[in-house]
């Protein structure tokens, strides 16, 4: 009997090596640019540190700045004004599971779609699924966030599935979403290469976790914000993921100095809440990495980690409403949302989010936030691992690079021609170009430019030069310019000095953006 299993793994390793790469996508949801262990954080994160270890960390990757806009531009490598078209994927934007089912791909997602259009109206019958985007298997919400306990609208395919958690005292989305991609793996023929999507919803709000999981950070964050954003900018250095030359940008105004902050019993508990969620999201990663190895797949399987966007600074108040908010626990308890000090967050019962100073530590060294397009909202770590075609492991990679890249890359990998067509018409050209070179060490030179617009922000990025515009500042709101070679932080706005090269960069922002409009209307 031994013998035949040894067999039948051996054989299932020959399939997948001399066929086309298996793809794992997985994406984290508002994480800063240092909060997993391989970029600096202290956030116990061992399993993406090895991936890290034996792949490729690229430090020079930018997201879009909010969640959904992230999704649409990496499932299509086009940029959201143009993938986006009434909240969801822009039906001549050629999606990658659909480009990978129709050449012969196993296509699976769990998590978090937000991408389904208008999908709490007319009791859902407008809802854009993700098998009509090309996923032949899904579990997961719909929207945007939701309890970690009691996930509202919680579907397998297109069926509501709200009594399985009802069921599971020890329910939590997280772990769930890590058991029903092994059970999709599983089942999913050996002979036929899988495409599987984890779109997390960690480390998003609200603050959950279990309390043995939350009780592993006792007294972690205890020195605060100001020393942890030093110690972690030590770290980055020594890493290599951050120039040796770069400062720490100063505390946003909106943060008190640790030694002044008068609720520190409960801002300790807001960032152990959300390093829980991180560590049981990277466990859940693991297991999934475990079970590709010990079937034999994780040779020629070609694994992509990153985030949807910088950390988010929000303060959840409590009068906050919305579908993603249950009004009670599972149990019947009333719900006590937002932010307040005399509740700890974690439990099921509480609704809350880790706010301007713990997302100013996930961005270190960077300012701004999740919302904007200074460094801080869009700069995100990559990592990339395919041990069968990786050879330079462990290293860091500078190549500029966007979400928008990752299609283009993983078609290339797979050696697929893509169609020309989505939905009966030409399909939209991707913004994105391959960086499969780069993965393999080789040098790639810089995109032409990297174009941004939407929220609070908007920017352009060509070569070092960067022009940047923050809308809350409203009467007083102007583009700034900035050197990224040598003031990455984003300190030093050249404006005013240098006005030729910002007028030149914001006529190319305006007629980039022009451009991605007049594409959404096709």
């Known amino acids: 009997m031994r013998n035949i299993l040894l067999l039948v793994f051996l054989f299932t390793g020959f399939l997948q090596l001399s066929g086309k790469p298996n793809i794992l996508v997985i994406m984290s949801d508002d994480m800063g640019y240092s909060d997993l262990g391989c970029f600096g ?160 919803t960690a480390a998003h709000w609200p603050l959950h976790a279990p309390e043995d999981e939350i009780n592993n950070y006792k007294g972690k964050f205890s020195a605060g914000w100001d020393e942890l954003r030093k110690k972690r900018l030590k770290r980055m250095k020594a890493l290599g993921v951050i120039n040796q030359s770069v400062k720490l940008s100063p505390r946003h105004p909106n943060i008190p100095a640790w030694k002044d902050e008068k609720h520190k019993a409960w801002q300790e508990r807001r960032m152990e809440v959300y390093a829980a969620q991180v560590s049981i999201m990277d466990r859940v990663i693991g297991e999934v990495i475990d079970h590709l190895r010990e079937s034999g797949q994780l040779e020629n399987t070609l694994v992509f980690f990153t985030i949807d966007n910088g950390g988010c600074h929000v303060e959840y108040p409590p009068n906050r409403k919305g579908d993603y908010l249950p009004e009670k626990t599972r149990d019947g308890r009333s719900m006590k949302p937002g932010n307040l000090t005399h509740i700890m967050p974690g439990p099921e019962i509480t609704y809350q989010s880790y706010g301007y100073g713990w997302a100013n530590l996930s961005n270190t060294p960077y300012r701004f936030f999740k919302q904007y397009d200074h460094e801080g909202g869009i700069h995100t770590p990559m990592i990339a691992h395919w041990p069968k075609k990786i050879k330079t492991k462990g290293s860091t990679n500078q190549t500029l690079s966007h979400l928008v890249d990752l299609v283009p890359t993983i078609i290339e990998a797979t050696g697929i021609t893509p169609p020309e067509t989505s939905a009966g018409k030409k399909r939209i050209a991707w913004d994105g170009r391959s960086i499969l070179p780069a993965l393999f060490g080789k040098k790639q030179a810089d995109p032409a430019v990297l174009f941004f617009h939407h929220a609070r922000g908007k920017a352009i990025r060509t070569g070092n030069w960067k022009l940047v515009f923050n809308k809350d500042q409203k009467k007083r709101a102007k583009w700034e310019l900035y050197d990224l070679s040598v003031d990455p932080n984003e300190l030093n706005d050249l404006a005013e000095r240098n006005p030729q090269k910002a007028n030149e960069l914001a006529k190319l922002w305006q007629k980039r953006d022009q451009n991605q409009v007049d594409r959404n209307r096709l």
């Open 41 to 200: 954080g202290e956030i116990r994160t061992p399993n993406l540190d090895s991936l890290a270890n034996g792949g490729v960390r690229f430090t020079n990757f930018y997201s879009e700045n909010m969640c959904w806009v992230s999704r649409a531009s990496m499932l299509t490598g086009v940029y959201h004004r143009t993938s986006l078209k009434n909240g969801t994927l822009h039906p001549h934007c050629i999606s990658l599971p659909e480009v990978l089912k129709q050449n012969g791909y196993a296509t699976g997602m769990m998590g978090k779609w937000h991408l389904a259009g208008k999908f709490t109206q007319n009791n859902g019958r407008d809802a854009v699924y993700p098998d009509q985007r090309g996923f032949d298997y899904f579990y997961g919400i719909l929207g945007g966030a939701s309890s970690f306990f009691s996930p509202e609208g919680l579907k397998r395919n297109r069926t509501s599935i709200d009594h399985e958690f009802m069921d599971d005292e020890d329910y939590y989305f997280t772990n769930a979403i890590g058991k029903e991609a092994i059970s999709f793996l599983q089942k999913s023929p050996t002979d036929q290469p899988f495409f599987l999507y984890l779109p997390f």
